[in-house]
């Protein structure tokens, strides 16, 4: 009976070897995200040689095209970096710490400690993908009046408040998470 749990355990443990297929898969879609990015960067860059020769309306048109590319290539960019951390974040929590990080004197900021770890940095980087694609469709709109504008301006107000409150939450500040560190220090 003992060899059977043993064998058992022994196949449990390394069932987890099966999230490889989700850090490759990860990386995969990570790398791919950046070369997209990068060429469309590139052919942005091409289009823009016509903006001086053009004329005023012609200039305008690039002008707004040219900011919701790049708006565009700063999300394609986060996504990319939300792969990649998830990808290394996998590896490390459930596979083996990768070596060359830990020997490494750049950031930690793909360094992933636990699963709670790993959320926050994943939720961090999703909250920036969402300021983005905010900035980009308020870029868009046209308002047609003063409510209109308000509401906009409460969605800027609410990102801002969201975003006080992940600062304030990672350095201990503000938050529940922050009270309960602060009354366990006093």
């Given at each position: 009976?003992?060899?059977?749990?043993?064998?058992?355990?022994?196949?449990?443990?390394?069932?987890?070897?099966i999230v490889v297929l989700a850090v490759?898969?990860?990386?995969?879609?990570?790398?791919?995200i950046f070369i997209i990015t990068t060429i469309d960067i590139f052919h942005l860059t091409l289009q823009l040689f016509a903006y001086p020769g053009?004329?005023?309306?012609?200039?305008s048109g690039l002008h707004n095209h040219a900011i919701r590319e790049?708006?565009?290539m700063i999300d394609g960019f986060l996504v990319a970096t939300v792969l990649l951390i998830f990808a290394m974040g996998l590896y490390e929590l459930f596979i083996s710490r990768?070596?060359?990080?830990?020997?490494s004197t750049s950031s930690r900021i793909l360094s992933v400690q636990s699963l709670d770890d790993l959320?926050?940095?994943?939720?961090?980087?999703?909250?920036?993908?969402?300021?983005?694609?905010f900035f980009?469709?308020?870029?868009?709109?046209?308002?047609?009046?003063?409510?209109?504008?308000?509401?906009f301006g409460g969605g800027i107000a609410l990102l801002g408040v969201a975003l006080y409150f992940t600062h304030a939450s990672e350095n201990g500040r503000g938050g529940m998470a922050g009270r309960r560190?602060?009354?366990?220090?006093d």
């Open positions: 009976m003992r060899f059977i749990e043993q064998f058992f355990e022994w196949v449990l443990w390394n069932a987890r070897v490759i898969s990860s990386l995969v879609a990570s790398v791919a053009a004329g005023a309306e012609v200039r790049v708006v565009q990768i070596d060359q990080a830990d020997r959320k926050s940095k994943l939720a961090k980087v999703i909250m920036m993908i969402l300021v983005v694609k980009e469709a308020g870029s868009r709109m046209k308002f047609a009046g003063a409510t209109e504008l308000l509401a560190r602060r009354k366990s220090d």
